[in-house]
């Protein structure tokens, strides 16, 4: 094998999505299985050792296609050269911490990565924000990396995208694999939208096979919005595996393309699709090809959708002007 090795860089690297996640990336889930690949990464000074211990069982592992493991407390020597930058490490919400707290705790971490991706990245850096919150963490990434184009930054929706295919597959009996063109909307949070109007099952609209508003409005949409809440309260920790394959399926989707047919759900810089603001992050249906995706356009928006949409996206708007007022954008 001569190809050069592709540059990851993974934040929070000794966290508990860290260690579901590294293991993938370098047995060649992430990128392919012909793609080599080198790992950076950056944790805080406290945890260091804590990789240091995890990059021992990667070598451990003997992958063939991992060519080095680089861990380093310092954004700019982790994020030198990266082709893939996945941005897990975050500051989690602590007991009477107010929202604009956590913005700004989140904003001292994303601010001076953004610049550090900004100024040491390679050209075709592709960024995945997994930290929460991830659309405004992603956001403000993106706010402190000028030179970078705004299409490179995303925020993880993939594992609410999972969450709501299985969800519904489950209703239907039918499995997974034939579940097609879901979408999530808006914010990596409880007022996502889980869209199944223009989702198939096995070749029928979702939305007529279901035909139970009830369920959808009652049990689908909240089930699918409020998982996260309902995996911590059940584990007493946030989901780590399935995030952690989440971002794999994000980037490997991004980079080897959708299946003809189907879309995905990507948190991505809204260029002003369905009424979106332009600038917001938020999550769209998208087809990739060639390391590149496009919002899926001329998708009817009914009633039902467009109320839930426009809450989320309020949400949204809402953090960002947070952290503009916070100057972190
Ligand atoms: N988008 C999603 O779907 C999704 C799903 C699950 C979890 N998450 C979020 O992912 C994040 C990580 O979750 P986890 O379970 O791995 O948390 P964790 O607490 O186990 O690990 C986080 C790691 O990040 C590190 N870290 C903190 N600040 C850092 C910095 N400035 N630079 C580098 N590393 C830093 C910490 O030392 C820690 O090792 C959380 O914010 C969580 O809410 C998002
Ligand atoms: O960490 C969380 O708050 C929950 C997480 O984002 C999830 O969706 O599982």
Redesign the pocket.
């Known amino acids: 094998m001569t190809r050069t090795p592709v540059n990851v860089t993974v934040?929070?690297?000794?966290?508990?999505?860290?260690?579901a996640l590294l293991f993938r990336i370098a047995s060649g889930q992430l990128l392919g299985a012909d793609v080599p690949v080198k790992l950076r990464l950056?944790?805080?000074p406290?945890?260091v050792k804590?990789?240091e211990g995890t990059a021992m069982e990667l070598d451990d592992c003997a992958f063939p296609l991992l060519r080095g493991i680089d861990i380093t407390?310092d954004?700019n020597v982790a994020f030198s050269g990266a082709n893939v930058a996945l941005l897990?490490?975050?500051?989690?919400r602590t007991k009477g911490m107010e929202r604009g707290d956590l913005l700004e705790a989140n904003g001292?971490?994303f601010k001076?990565?953004g610049k550090a991706i900004n100024d040491n990245a390679a050209d075709d850096i592709k960024v995945l924000?997994?930290?929460?919150p991830?659309n405004t963490n992603a956001l403000i990434a993106r706010a402190a990396a000028p030179d970078v184009p705004a299409d490179r930054f995303t925020?993880?929706?993939?594992?609410?995208h999972n969450r709501a295919a299985t969800q519904l597959a489950q209703k239907l009996g039918a499995g997974v694999e034939e579940v097609k063109k879901l979408t999530i909307w808006g914010n990596?949070s409880a007022t996502q939208y889980p869209d199944i109007f223009h989702a198939e099952v096995a070749g029928r609209n979702a939305a007529e096979a279901v035909n139970d508003e009830k369920w959808l409005a009652e049990e689908f949409i909240p089930t699918v919005a409020k998982r996260?809440a309902a995996i911590i309260e059940a584990r007493g920790?946030?989901?780590?595996a399935?995030?952690a394959n989440?971002a794999i399926d994000h980037v490997h989707t991004w980079v080897n393309g959708t299946a003809d047919g189907d879309w995905t759900s990507m948190g991505i810089v809204s260029d002003g699709s369905y009424g979106v603001p332009e600038g917001l992050i938020s999550s769209f249906p998208v087809t990739t090809k060639d390391g590149k995706y496009e919002i899926v356009q001329g998708l009817d928006i009914n009633e039902f959708s467009r109320t839930r949409i426009d809450a989320s996206v309020k949400e949204l708007t809402e953090e960002r002007d947070a952290v503009r007022s916070l100057g972190l954008i």
């Open positions: 934040t929070g690297a000794a966290g508990q999505i860290g260690y950056l944790e805080i406290q945890a804590a990789a407390d954004p897990v490490g975050a500051r989690p001292g971490i001076p990565q924000v997994v930290g929460n991830a925020a993880m929706t993939r594992l609410d990596h996260g920790a946030s989901s780590a399935s995030a989440a």
